[in-house]
């Protein structure tokens, strides 16, 4: 049956079809801003302000390398869901909604968020690969996003209505490139996880057929795609999953922001110190506090290393300031042992840990202590108390470890 407009002699916009597509509500992106929205305002709760320090951003499951090393792949997807502040998520929120509205119809629901998702988990891992920094923020996605976009633009922009072609395609290539240039001119940007994003943005575009434009999919190619969506919502529940289970887990006093200055002034270092532990007076420099019944936390900046990776004078060191501690703290500790786990390496950073064994009137105490050579220094934590407390500890050491940040 002709339509209205065709019996009037007028013929049907070739583009209608296309522009119904675009009018359709962009669920994914909607859930995707309900979802990094809920998760901001629950660090908000937590925090008690807007914008977040280090140690809270790595408890909600920021990228992280050390914590990555040790086996928490998750965070490369979950780090895309957490921002750092109002600004930051404000900022990321408007992006990934433009772009959203312009990309969602056309691609359809399940291959929006499998580009969404391929571009987060790249960006994240060239952060990784490239920066030790903690990092945090759904751009890297977002400029995944624009790759596909612009890939698409320029695939079929004979296809597209020129009003919507301006927008995509070579419309979006000043988008990325002013943005990667703002990256690289101003501090705290991670543009090696816009760029890793970029890039699998392209490669996503590349491979993925927008459904505007794709012939009529086959059997095969729908399955591809819903186990492709599956997989990819699988990631997404199974990280915020576990990064939810861990905080749940977590000491949130833990997560007040609290700079200290450890023997050298142009050195700082973020720790997670919780507020209900009290300070001591320090012995050998760096700051003591208790932190339960016979159990004290030291932190120490120590003589710097002699460059590169740990050596054998180093590990002399460390080994002497972990006896110190013993000794010091704990008066009449007999039969003390220490046993040196093999040096690791984080990037540049290289890592290692004693743990120490004593008695203190016949009482069996175990002393931990973590060292790191960063940036020409050598820092290095110790926890020590009774051996029955130090195992309900094990995940406040944990937390603490992970949420060390060095700022030079």
Known sequence: MPTVIESRGIPEDPHSAFIQRLLRPPLITYSLLVTITTIYLVMVLVSGGINFSVPLLVAFGAKSNPDIIRGEWWRLETATFVH???????????ALFILGQLLEGIYGHRKFFIIYTISGLLASFSSFRFSNAVSV????AIF???GAGIVMGIRHRSQLPSWFAR????GLIPFAVLNLLLGFSIAG???????GGLTGGVIAGLVIPPNAFSPPRTTLSRLLTNISFFL???IAIFSIGVAAHNLLVTDHGLLNEAPVELGNPNFTVVLPISNRW????????GSLYRIAPHTILWVQLLEPASGGNLTQSDLGVLEQALLNSLVKETPGAVNLSVQTSLPGHIGKMSTLRFIGSYEVFNQPYTAVCDGVWVNGN?????FAGPSDQMQSLQPIIQRFDRGIAFSP
């Not at 750092?84 to 408007?94: S, T």
């Not at 927008?167 to 070579?170: F, K, M, P, R």
């Not at 940007?189 to 760029?195: E, G, K, P, V």
């Not at 050598?378 to 110790?382: D, M, P, S």
């Open 378 to 382: 050598l820092f290095v934590v110790t």
């Open 232 to 234: 990819s919502a699988l």
């Open 144 to 146: 995944g996003l624009a």
């Open 278 to 285: 009290e300070p001591i007076n320090p012995f050998d420099g």
């Open 189 to 195: 940007i991670d543009n090696f996880a816009h760029l």
């Open 84 to 94: 750092g502040g109002l600004l930051h998520i404000l900022l990321d929120g408007y």
């Open 137 to 140: 923020g759904a751009s890297g």
């Open 167 to 170: 927008q995509v395609g070579i």
